[in-house]
């Protein structure tokens, strides 16, 4: 596929964005049907935006960005002004058909936006999970289990907000524009939380997001990239439990639970670990 497209007139809008919507569909290797199955809306809807017989609203560009793996700015002519963080995340809250989630959000964006970040004193760069994950406990000088991740995340320039949040939101991270917030539902288990901030780290780290990326539990929006969930999710386990300190710890002591405890997460989450490792 070609660069992108070169920014129109501005009595070309829609033809641009009707020309970028079939880019991004084919580059994706969809079909006009399978892209509306991952959006959640009819063929003829998709359509119509390529043929440029209608313009999609915001909400279709949200959902048709998480489908492609796009960010919804690169749908978007270059020379449109950059619409507010806040405006885009509240329109992504609003989707989720959650008053409650859309508040809570807006409250800790608010927040984030007032407070000073912390400096960026560590920089990785492989952008496999766990590779990415070992460099940056290297670069951090963790020297055994039990990691602080939110020291670790501070000397990444990311500033960790817990905050009480609704049940569906585990966690967030926010790309402002002088630096990352994360926001972690303090209602959930300090171990769960833990594992929070290391998966919202990895999105951030791995660059999965160019504004923000939401983690709800339930009700997962159409067109999930379930591919970097799998990976941030690969980077938290690596992170809070890595392989060259679990295999030695269960060859002192296989019990998952002590382990668990040894390491600072669930059972659970440790079992699992020790399966992905081979241990089990």
Known sequence: MSGPSPPPPKTETAAWISQRIREVREEAGLTQAELAIRMGRT??????????????????????????????????PPEQPRQPLSTILRAETARLASGELDLAVGALLDEAESRPLPET???????????????????AGVKGPRVDVHAVAELCGVLVLARKLPEPLSGMILELERGA??????????????FS???????????HADRFHIDVDD??????DYASERAANEFSAELLMPRRFVAPAFDEDPNPSSLAHTF?????????????LGLR
């Open 181 to 194: 917030v994360i926001g972690v539902n303090s209602g959930h288990a300090p171990v769960r939380q833990r």
């Open 219 to 224: 009700g997962a929006p159409p067109g999930q």
């Open 121 to 139: 004193k560590l920089t990785i760069r492989s952008t496999q999970p766990a590779h990415a994950a070992n460099e940056l406990i290297e670069a």
């Open 197 to 207: 901030i290391g998966h919202e780290l990895g999105h951030h780290l791995l660059q």
């Open 264 to 276: 600072d997460v669930s059972e659970l989450a440790m079992g699992y670990r020790l399966v992905n």
């Open 43 to 76: 063929q003829t809807a998709v359509s119509y935006w390529e043929s440029g017989k209608r313009l999609p609203g915001l909400d279709d560009l949200i959902d048709l960005s998480v489908a492609v793996g796009k960010d919804v700015l690169y749908l978007l």
